[in-house]
């Protein structure tokens, strides 16, 4: 009995502790208790796209016709162009031709299948969403590896060759949100080659340091692109056929089956991006969904 008493003691003193603040109101149990989440302020969300695209395809033709390729500079053009790649921008509207390339359609896709996603039945195109921190560097991992490959180069009107044992295409990419939902790409193509090694980086001033293991590279700035995209506008990438063995037969041709190459066509497209800070809070909640044949009307 004399525990029971004290057991009650015991909790009216604690009660006369927390006061009302010990009365807790039952949570609706039609909305959870976790705040939605939020998007970073410096979030990016990019869509990429990765699709065949056949010289000899007369649809391939015609989209090229609408792209604005003048959007770059000229001697970037001509750089492009000596290397045997393309780009241009097109948008906002989504012709015919690139839907149909891409396999758009208005089907939903999970939240967990969009880190790659088969657009197609066979695989050949795919849909890629990538989070990105403004200024952060992302790889894309273009084709894929050869044991063996044959570049040659052309820089400042001269071609150079060289061998590259086990070699990986990769294409540095960088994004940093402009005004009004505008969205700046800083895009280098890459090739990872040969064995690792160990490098250390960082600062004995900080006395911090960071170990890593990385491939030797072979970076193309002189092939660097930084298109600035208007909402619902895109990137497109492909390789040439009239440069045997360049960067752009090379990023943009996967070897196929039975010993057909496939030439590739690459699209980016900024779907989500927190616009500079500068700006107004109304333009802040500015933001791009998915693309869907909504586009297209």
Same mark, same amino acid.
């Given at each position: ?153 052309? @820089? *400042?009107?001269?071609?150079? #060759? +060289? ?8 294409? %540095?990419? &960088? /994004?940093? =949100? ?74 943009? @041709? *996967?070897?196929?089956?039975? #010993? +057909? ?8 497209? %900024?779907? &989500? /991006?927190? =616009? ?22």
């Amino acid at each position: 009995m004399h525990a029971v008493l004290r057991a009650w003691w015991c909790l009216a003193c604690l009660a006369a502790a927390l006061g009302c603040a010990a009365v807790v109101e039952p949570q609706s149990t039609t909305k959870s208790p976790l705040a939605p989440l939020e998007v970073s302020p410096d979030s990016i969300s990019l869509e990429v796209f990765s699709a065949p695209a056949p010289p000899s395809d007369p649809q391939l033709d015609e989209l090229w016709k609408l792209v604005d390729e003048q959007s770059l500079p000229a001697d970037l053009r001509r750089r492009l162009a000596e290397n045997g790649m393309r780009a241009g921008i097109i948008g906002p509207n989504v012709p015919s031709a690139l839907s149909e390339t891409l396999k758009i359609t208005d089907k939903r896709v999970d939240e967990e299948q969009l880190q790659n996603f088969n657009l197609d039945p066979d695989g050949s195109v795919k849909m890629r969403v990538l989070h990105a921190k403004a200024g952060k560097r992302v790889e894309l991992a273009i084709g894929l590896p050869h044991n063996e490959l044959t570049l040659l180069e052309c @820089t *400042d009107g001269q071609v150079h #060759g +060289k061998t590259f044992q086990k070699a990986e295409c990769r294409m %540095a990419l &960088r /994004a940093y =949100p402009e005004s009004d939902g505008e969205v700046r790409l800083e895009l280098i193509p890459e090739l990872h080659h040969g064995e690792y090694r160990s490098n250390i980086r960082g600062s004995g001033q900080e006395a911090s340091f960071l170990w890593t293991q990385e491939r030797p590279k072979r970076i193309f700035r002189h092939l660097a692109l930084e298109p600035v995209l208007a909402p619902g506008q895109m990137l497109l990438i492909c390789g040439r056929t009239d440069r045997t063995l360049s960067a752009g037969q090379h990023f943009f @041709t *996967d070897p196929g089956t039975g #010993g +057909k190459p496939v030439h590739m066509l690459w699209v980016l497209r %900024a779907a &989500r /991006a927190a =616009p500079d800070g500068a700006f107004d809070e109304k333009r802040q909640a500015e933001t791009l969904g998915p693309v869907t044949n909504d586009d297209l009307r």
